[in-house]
Structures are given as C-alpha cells and as structure tokens.
C-alpha cells in the first residue's frame, strides 16, 4: 500500500501565507488520484475543504486553494487566520483504495 | 437532510469480532460510495474501507482479510464486521458519506481492543 506524506508540522503568521504538500511513494501525485484536503479541529469530525485537486466547497474559505505542485498535491493558505489553527489531512486514490497522509499541524502564531 | 449514525462499538477482547453498522437517512445507501474511516486516540485519520454503489469494495492493507464492509439495502445501513481484532484497532470508527465532493460525516462509535 502506498504512503502518503505531508508535513508533520507547520506554523504560519497572522495574514501570512503557508503551502501544505502531500507527496506519494509511488510517484508523482496526479490529478487521478482525486487528492483530498480534510480540516479537523479538536473534537470534531474532519470536514472536506478541497476535493479533486482544486475543488471548493461552499464553506471553503476562499483563502484556501488546492493545487498540483512539482509533483505533490498543495494546499495553499494566503492571509492566514486564527481560526486556521488546525490538523490538516490530505487523502489520495488509489484506484479505489484510499490513503490518508499523516497529518499537518497548523499553528497560526 | 443526509444523516449517519454509527453504532456497535464498544469494548473487545483481542480476536474477538465486532459488526459496526452506520444508519443512513436522507439518501440511499444503494446509489452512494460509502466509506469507513477510523481515527485512533490522539492520532491521524485512517481509511479503512469503502463500498461502491456498483457494490465493490476496497480495503485499507491494515485490515484487508479480517474487515468487511457491507450494505443492506431494505434497510438503508452499512456495516463493518471485524475479525481478529488486535489492539490498534482501537479507534473512533467514522461512516463517512465524502466522494465526488460531498461531505457527511457520523459522530463516529469507539472501538476499544484489550483484554
């Protein structure tokens, strides 16, 4: 089963700008792997904020986006916010079987 | 409104078995990719498991041979049986409603592995 990497922790500025990568073992990440980005916040379910690579859903902030960057999927903060402070999980497909990275720790600070 | 509900955790011996199911409302689970998504205490999010709407399955490495996901129709649930539980499966187990763009997740039900 392949890995799925991301950054174990990040701290951004207030207003600054922070980039969240998911990498694969397999490879580069591909936009047919359908890459995912999951929110979760102490207590709570995860919830979708980026789906298929750039994808927002409505309560997505528009300070987020999704991307393919030099061979991994992205996850792009611009004008970081306090309520940003969270885990971030991306999620990758596998032809049908699904993996999630490991998690990254955003500190807004 | 789409709702899940997970029941059917609780506390098991290793290499006991459990059947987890998810009660859906709102939508049928017959025409939706449904998956199982665990999160042990203090750590990240795991995949385990989802059902297509064509009926196949995928599994998780972790769990494949031991877990299975399942679906009755006539009554609108999903389950997971799980076999030769060992220790770190112990989680909070999540029916999650999330391909092509959606986003329904359970409260989740706690498996706890020990003896």
């Known amino acids: 089963q392949a890995v799925v990497t991301q950054e174990p922790s990040l701290t951004v500025s207030p207003g600054g700008t922070v980039t969240l990568t998911c990498g694969s073992s397999?490879?580069?990440?591909?936009?047919?792997?359908?890459p995912y980005w999951f929110q979760q916040k102490p207590g709570q379910a995860p919830r979708t904020l980026i789906f298929?690579?750039?994808n927002k859903h409505s309560w997505t902030p528009a300070r987020f986006s999704g991307s393919l960057l030099g061979g991994k999927a992205a996850l792009t903060l611009s004008g970081a916010q306090p309520e940003d402070e969270a885990e971030y999980y991306c999620?990758?497909?596998?032809?049908?079987?699904?993996?999630f990275g490991g998690g990254t720790k955003l500190t807004v600070l | 409104e789409v709702q899940l509900v997970e029941s059917g955790g609780g506390l098991i011996q290793p290499g006991g078995s459990l059947r987890l199911s998810c009660a859906a409302s709102?939508?049928?689970?017959?025409?939706?990719?449904i998956s199982w998504v665990r999160q042990a205490p203090g750590k990240g999010l795991e995949w385990v498991s989802v059902?297509?709407?064509?009926?196949?399955?995928f599994y998780a490495d972790s769990v494949r041979g031991r877990f299975t996901i399942s679906r009755d129709n006539s009554k609108n649930t999903l389950y997971l049986q799980m076999n030769s539980l060992r220790a770190e499966d112990t989680a909070l187990y999540y029916c999650?409603?999330?391909?092509?763009?959606?986003?329904?997740w359970g409260q989740g039900t706690l498996v706890t592995v020990s003896s």
């Open positions: 999650a409603k999330i391909d092509y763009g959606e986003d329904y």
């Open positions: 709102g939508f049928s689970v017959s025409s939706n990719h």
């Open positions: 059902i297509y709407s064509s009926g196949g399955t």
């Open positions: 397999t490879g580069a990440v591909t936009s047919g792997h359908y």
């Open positions: 298929d690579t750039t």
């Open positions: 999620l990758l497909s596998y032809s049908g079987v699904r993996v």
